[in-house]
């Protein structure tokens, strides 16, 4: 028997109705991208949750009835029976490993326009739905009402029959019929579904009944409520009604999952939300209320506040979606003492964005996720060696740290060498900047692991030429070099260089600016410009760097405007969560904003944004521009190396030169690591990069 730990009170059993969690790790439901689309996938996305420790393993959002369906994003479905056998798949995936399964069963309301069945979606009232689409959902009447709740029964048992052991019933994150009815602010209803907090909830409690009725002598049956929506009066408070309904309900489930709404607070990024646990202030009220047990979530990694907050009694379960996503092992790593193993969130949404873009799940800080079963890979294990090659990987970015970590972990010998004296590159530089100091994580984790192994050799500030590597006598070699931010405007509106010949501002990139940040004087900042003079951020990437670029310049005094070419500053962030959030920051801190507006014309000082849909333009002088417009590949030393390398053997094999990362081609983090991982894994197998290299969920064609 192993010693007792300090962290024993996390793996203690916890009973839920009838059914009893092994431990109280908790993996609230969350999206996938998987879902019924991608059912083999799903079945071992959870499975490997199971095996890492979680004592329960909860689904995505489940749709209960084509009445409510988000297509063509790919969530979860169980509309009949015939969706059974593919849930079964998910239950036995987590069983095996002696996890309770639970099912987040859902009816979307007007969250859902119903683009496939083209049925009217239902709604506490007449109203357009929650997307742009130019549809209204119908006031529900009591034959609807009726047929919710029989939707909500039928799903429950057929849930039960796939093997579920905890079947939710679902009001949170503005997504579910359910909560719409809580909310004052929609349900204006005259009947006694609509009015107080009383007739609000009435809804919900019929299901809460019906589902324990039909259920609840062999499922736990589970209420996820969103407790606060942070928009004070206007939306449900946890002082307030959000209260009240705990209270009213308080013993009526057999477990409370609580937490903020809507979505984009309850996963709030580490650049809103920095600090682990931001939801209790909201839901550790709940367990004074209920004496059911209560799952909260907050991005929580740390196995000591974990503790902590167990015994203060604040949560019942360490409840997680995404720490579960970037570790699945979390748990077995804690329970282990291996807490430097863990892998812990960086906040960043990729996650969150995939599904918004309708693409299988993928992780910053886990490279495997999503790939589970389409590729076979693991998050904690990796083929062994087939040779006993050396390989040469330059560059400690996240590309370069990810790929020689894993090619020792297989049993390679790895020379790691870093220009700098730092290793980390863009995660770590990036980290200097304002809400991403998280990112450093990235770096942290591996860098740590890598001074584990002693077959990686790690060579900071050592910049190596074409000539040096070729002089080495190491055959294969890997190059992670990264990228760097165009200064000449080149991006998606302008695909020749802007004229900037008559500019007598200075135009920086972000990287000119990252470099400097150690020094937090801003004299150091950007040296001969005047530090509270007029800076233009002008940003045609779309992503982060532009709005962050923004945010740190008027921090340091500067007079910022941001100009964009999109209609919305940071547009891809609404994918992430964050876009309303950036903008609403930028406008408190005083940065002035230009949207749908191009670099048209630099002169001397003034520059002309010109309106991308040909309406008026704006000029105005500025002491410098930062141009976050695009970035290209640092691919010299592979062009030189091309030249050096013999090609027999480069044809042969015995020698091999490969790009990853940044350097091959520049996207996000997520993107250099994933591409660092997958060099590693496939290495001495002989795989192209072209092949299909995965396995794919073919549609029945039997009617
Ligand atoms: P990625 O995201 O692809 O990992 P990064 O830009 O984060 O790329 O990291 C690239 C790293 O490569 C930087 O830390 C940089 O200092 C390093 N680097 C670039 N060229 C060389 C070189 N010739 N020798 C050693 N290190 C290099
Ligand atoms: Fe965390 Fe980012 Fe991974 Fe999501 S993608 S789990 S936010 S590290």
């Known amino acids: 028997m192993s010693a007792s730990t300090k962290y024993d009170v996390l793996f203690e059993p916890v009973p839920i109705g009838p059914v009893t969690a092994p431990n109280r790790f908790y993996q609230v439901p969350h999206c996938n991208g998987l879902g019924h689309a991608r059912p083999f996938a799903e079945a071992r996305n959870r499975g490997i949750k199971a095996e890492g420790g979680w004592g329960v393993v909860s689904t995505q959002e489940v749709e209960i009835h084509p009445t409510a369906e988000v297509s063509p994003f790919q969530e979860g479905r169980l509309w009949d029976d015939k969706d059974i056998p593919y849930h079964r798949m998910t239950t036995e995936a987590i069983h095996e490993h002696g996890a309770l399964a639970a099912i987040e069963l859902v009816h979307m309301g007007h969250h859902a326009s119903n683009r496939s069945s083209r049925l009217a979606p239902l709604s506490a009232v007449h109203m357009p739905v929650d997307s742009i689409d130019p549809v209204n959902a119908r006031a529900m009447d009591k034959k609807d009402i009726a047929n919710l709740r029989q939707w909500h029964v039928d799903a429950a048992i057929r849930s039960m029959q796939a093997g579920y052991d905890i079947v939710y019933v679902y009001a949170a994150h503005n997504m579910s019929i359910l909560m719409h009815f809580l909310q004052a602010r929609i349900n204006n209803r005259s009947d006694e579904y609509g009015g107080s907090v009383v007739n609000r909830l009435r809804l919900t409690r019929e299901i809460l009944e019906a589902v324990k009725d039909a259920v609840g002598h062999r499922c736990g049956v589970a209420f996820r409520l969103a407790v606060d929506e942070l928009m004070g009066a206007d939306g449900i408070q946890a002082r307030e009604d959000g209260r009240e309904i705990v209270t009213e309900l308080a013993e009526l489930p057999d477990l409370w999952d609580v937490n903020i709404s809507d979505w984009s607070n309850d996963s709030a990024t580490a650049r809103f939300q920095p600090d682990e646990g931001y939801q209790l202030p909201y839901t550790d009220f709940v367990k004074s209320v209920t004496s059911k047990p209560v799952v909260g979530v907050g991005r929580f990694t740390s196995a000591d506040k974990m503790v902590a907050m167990v015994k203060k009694g604040q949560l019942d379960f360490i409840g997680a979606a995404r720490p579960s996503i970037a570790d699945p092992f979390l748990p077995n790593k804690i329970r282990e003492g291996n807490l430097d193993l863990i892998r812990e969130c960086i906040g960043c949404n990729i996650c969150v964005a995939s599904d918004n873009i309708v693409a299988p799940i993928r992780c910053t800080q886990n490279p495997t996720q999503g790939e589970e079963w389409r590729k076979g890979w693991h998050p904690e294990s990796i083929e062994p060696a087939t040779g006993n090659e050396q390989i040469l990987v330059v560059g400690s970015g996240p590309a370069g740290l990810e790929s020689a970590l894993q090619l020792a972990e297989r049993g390679y010998q790895v020379m790691l060498a870093e220009a700098s004296d730092q290793p980390g ?13 998280s990112y450093k994580r990235v770096a942290d984790y591996r860098i740590g692991l890598i001074k584990q192994h002693r077959n990686i ?21 890997c190059l992670a070099t990264g990228a760097h931010w165009c200064g000449n405007g080149f991006g998606r509106t302008h695909h020749d260089e802007i004229d900037l010949a008559r500019a007598k501002l200075a135009i920086l990139t972000p990287d000119d600016l990252i470099e400097n940040i150690p020094s937090t004087s801003n004299h150091n900042l950007v040296e001969g410009i005047d530090p509270a003079s007029s800076v233009l951020v002008y940003d045609d990437d779309h992503y982060y760097m532009g709005g962050v670029i923004a945010e740190y310049l008027q921090e340091q005094g500067f007079n910022v405007t941001l100009a964009t070419t999109e209609s919305i ?11 309303e959030k950036i903008q609403s920051r930028l406008l408190s801190k005083n940065v002035m904003l230009h949207t749908s507006k191009f670099l048209s014309v630099v002169d001397g000082y003034s520059v002309e944004l010109a309106c991308t849909y040909g309406g008026s333009s704006i000029q105005s002088d500025f002491s ?29 094999g015995s020698k091999s030169l490969r790009c990853i990362g940044d350097c091959y081609a520049p996207s996000t983090i997520a993107a250099a690591i994933y591409q660092g991982h997958q060099y590693a894994r496939t290495f001495g197998l002989g795989s192209d990069s072209y092949s299909i290299d995965y396995k794919r969920e073919i549609i029945d064609l039997r009617e």
């Open 425 to 437: 590159g863009r995660s770590l530089k990036e980290s200097r900047l304002p809400g991403l100091s």
């Open 457 to 477: 050799a790690l060579h900071l500030g050592n910049k190596l030429s074409a000539n040096d590597i070729h002089e080495t006598d190491i055959s294969h070699i």
């Open 569 to 579: 500053v940071s547009g891809w962030t609404v994918n992430t969560l964050e876009q």
């Open 624 to 652: 410098a521009i930062v141009m976050v417009t695009s970035r290209l590949p640092d691919v010299e030393l592979y062009k030189q190396l091309q030249k050096l390398l013999p090609t027999d053997a480069l044809n042969q």
